[in-house]
């Protein structure tokens, strides 16, 4: 696939690997949409991405609302006929025991994650038939191995992984590519503002964020991905070899996961 003036929808783009595939893709000569909670944030990043030369548009939007979804697309071919590749990126994380967890967070965390894929696929879906496009996911390794304290994002992404592989199997036959991310732990500002218990921001990662797999790298390996109609891609050697260990040892992976989460600074097993 050539990348050159395709038009791209980038859902959650003003931080992290959503920001790093706009500027990949639009480097590679796509006209590219990003969407965001935040005006501000949504400006700045426009403006940095303006900057590259990338041809831009910015549509403030919030991924769990149905109808924000259905603008993104409206707006998009009123602004260029078209939509060939759509990344569903918009995304947050929890932290917190399910015994602790209110469960206005569990269904945040839903509504974001699996319900703002479904919206924006299903409301895009129509131009990218018509294109023989490519709706492209950025899932987790949480979806196929679940971690402790993370309930939520986990069911998420399991939701996300399933109807990629149902939807995928739909399409097929029409021309179009499903592609499924599956990031192992990348430096970007989800942790930071992952949600605890009651909802409000941890404030601050857990882990070693300068130890990880850049949000640019990730976004270039999508690109490839993306141009070589790829299945799947699963990012580093940790997700890697957890996503080997669980499906030929997952007991043993439940303790492994156990004893890794339960290290983490302020892990909740203390």
């Not at 036959?173 to 970007?188: D, E, N, Q, W, Y």
Request: proline residues 2%.
């Amino acid at each position: 696939m050539d990348i050159k003036n395709k038009v791209v929808v980038i859902t959650g783009a003003t931080s992290g690997i959503g920001e790093a595939c706009a500027l990949a893709f639009g480097k590679e000569g796509a006209k590219v949409v990003i969407t965001g909670r935040n005006q501000l944030k949504l400006d700045n990043t426009l403006v940095n991405l303006q900057k590259e030369g990338v041809e831009c548009i910015g549509i403030l939007a919030d991924a769990g609302v149905e109808g924000d979804n259905k603008k993104i697309a409206e707006q998009t071919v009123n602004k260029w006929g078209k939509i060939d590749i759509l990344i569903n990126n918009a995304g947050i994380s929890m932290r917190a025991l399910f015994q602790d967890l209110d469960m206005d967070v569990f269904r945040k965390v839903m509504d974001t994650n699996f319900w703002g894929t479904v919206y924006a696929t299903k409301y895009c879906l129509p131009e990218i038939l018509k294109s023989k496009g490519s709706i492209i996911g950025v899932s987790s390794i949480n979806g196929f191995r679940g971690t402790p304290a993370r309930t939520a994002y986990t069911a998420s992404k399991f939701a996300m992984n399933g109807f990629f592989e149902s939807l995928r199997t739909e399409v097929m036959k029409r021309g179009v590519h499903v592609l499924v991310v599956c990031p192992g732990f990348t430096a970007s500002n989800i942790r930071n503002i992952a949600l605890t218990a009651d909802g409000s921001s941890q404030g601050e990662s857990p882990r070693e964020e300068d130890k990880m797999m850049s949000a640019e790298e990730v976004a270039l390996e999508i690109i490839k991905a993306t141009k070589k109609k790829k299945r799947d891609l699963i990012l580093t050697r940790q997700g890697k070899l957890a996503s080997f260990l669980n499906k030929w040892m997952p007991g043993m992976m439940d303790n492994i996961v156990y004893n890794t989460m339960a290290k983490e600074k302020d892990s909740p097993f203390k």
